[in-house]
């Protein structure tokens, strides 16, 4: 299992992450095989949608906050419940095919760690597995 470290400047944000786990997939040599990128976080999560138009990163971002508002009706103490349920809608992993060492994704796809409680440095953990 490899570890990537992610740091976020904002409460709630969309990182692309595709080019460091591309990078991670080189650096040991992994071909063919399946790839679980997983975050150990109640509060962040792991999604895969459009990267070629920073809009849509923005209107996922705009509309979550309106259907899951920070200020609503939680009992959770640390005021952080709309984070832990954007999280669960989203969720913490994604699992993606690896071929010929290249992560297969459609031509607008990118990888991206969701932030819901930032700015926080957080880690995001890979495993590689062989078929």
Known sequence: METLQVRTD???E???ITGSVSQMIKDNGWQSGALLIYCP???GA???NEGADPDV???IT???RKLVPLR?????MEGNSDAHI???MFGPDQMLIVEDGEIMLGTWQRIFFCEFDGPRSRKLWIQFMTC
Request: charged share 30%; glycine share 4%; no cysteine.
């Open 10 to 12: 904002s409460r709630e």
């Open 14 to 16: 969309m990182i692309d």
């Open 41 to 43: 976080h109640t509060t």
């Open 46 to 48: 792991i999604t895969v």
């Open 57 to 59: 990163v923005r209107d």
């Open 62 to 64: 705009v509309n979550m």
């Open 72 to 76: 609503g009706d939680y009992r959770h």
């Open 86 to 88: 954007k999280t669960s």
